[in-house]
């Protein structure tokens, strides 16, 4: 598998060289509103110790993540006046994989809902800014 590329954009925004709209932190995680959203709400989890995707990610990493990813979801579902949401990872290209860090997608649905295509339009900084407050309003 290629390596890790310490120069990815979630890296970026992790070092703060690129703004993020964050709904969560801690030692090891963060988790922030993705910039093309697939539903209203669709946020991202990454941790903090680079690894390409979940391949060749360290399993202990994994649980702290997974972790992060419970508690934002939870968020997400509440914040967002929700019924269930769908979780998302990809693995290399070929699985649609296109940013090369470890992420989990979190997308809230109520009944109903449709879900937009993966990496489609950007969406309003001043919606993410508001979907991040609620989401947050609710951890
Ligand atoms: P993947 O296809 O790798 O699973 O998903 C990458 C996700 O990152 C996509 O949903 C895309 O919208 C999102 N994304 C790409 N560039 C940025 C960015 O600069 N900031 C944020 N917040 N999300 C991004």
């Known amino acids: 598998m ?5 120069n990815n954009i979630f890296a970026k925004i992790l070092k703060g060289e690129i703004p993020s ?3 969560y932190e801690d030692e090891h995680t963060y988790a922030f509103m993705d910039v093309m959203p697939m539903v ?3 946020c991202l989890v990454i941790p903090k110790q680079g690894s390409r995707n979940l391949l060749d990610a360290d399993p202990a990493v ?3 993540v997974i972790a992060t990813v419970q508690k934002v979801a939870k968020a997400a579902i509440k914040g967002m006046g929700a019924e269930g949401c769908q979780i998302r990872q990809f693995n290399e290209a070929p699985a649609g994989q296109t940013v090369f860090h470890l992420h989990f997608h979190i997308l809230p649905l109520r009944t109903g809902d449709s ?3 993966h ?4 969406a309003d900084n001043a919606v993410l800014a508001r979907h991040a407050e609620l989401i947050r309003a609710a951890l």
């Open 62 to 64: 994994l649980a702290g």
């Open 119 to 122: 990496v489609g339009g950007m």
């Open 115 to 117: 879900v937009k295509p």
């Open 40 to 42: 209203d709400g669709h």
């Open 21 to 23: 709209h964050k709904v």
């Open 2 to 6: 290629t390596a890790y590329d310490p």
